[in-house]
């Protein structure tokens, strides 16, 4: 059984800075593409960044390209989103997701957690 379990999140001011972590189970981790996506109320899931099996390519949404970065530990199956320059609009439930592929992790990959809450204060 496929587990993602997210933790990190947290309420920071704006301007501040939270990371936040999966952990995998249940999978071949480095055969996964590991990827973030955010969800605000009444509103569809974004995708916010992803990063391949080896860890060498990252790929960012425009709208977190610069002020996130995402890195995986293949070792202790985890993956993790560093988010500096928070706004109040970054305020959303954050989801760890998994995918074999690239082109479904980015927009509908086969495996989420469960979510964790940032928000970010003005």
């Known amino acids: 059984q496929v587990h993602l379990v997210e933790s990190g999140g947290g309420l920071v001011q704006a301007g501040g800075s939270l990371r936040l972590s999966c952990a995998a189970s249940?999978?071949?981790?480095?055969?996964?593409?590991m990827a973030w996506f955010r969800q605000e109320p009444g509103k569809e899931r974004e995708f916010l960044a992803a990063?391949?099996?080896?860890?060498?390519?990252?790929l960012y949404a425009d709208s977190v390209k610069g002020r996130f970065t995402i890195s995986r530990d293949n070792a202790n199956n985890t993956v993790e989103l560093q988010m500096n320059g928070l706004k109040p609009e970054d305020t959303a439930i954050y989801f760890c997701?998994?995918?074999?592929?690239?082109?479904?992790?980015?927009?509908?990959?086969?495996?989420w957690g469960q979510g964790t809450q940032v928000t970010v204060s003005s």
């Open positions: 997701a998994a995918d074999i592929r690239v082109a479904t992790a980015t927009r509908q990959p086969d495996f």
């Open positions: 990063i391949t099996q080896s860890g060498n390519v990252p």
């Open positions: 249940g999978i071949s981790f480095d055969r996964y593409v």
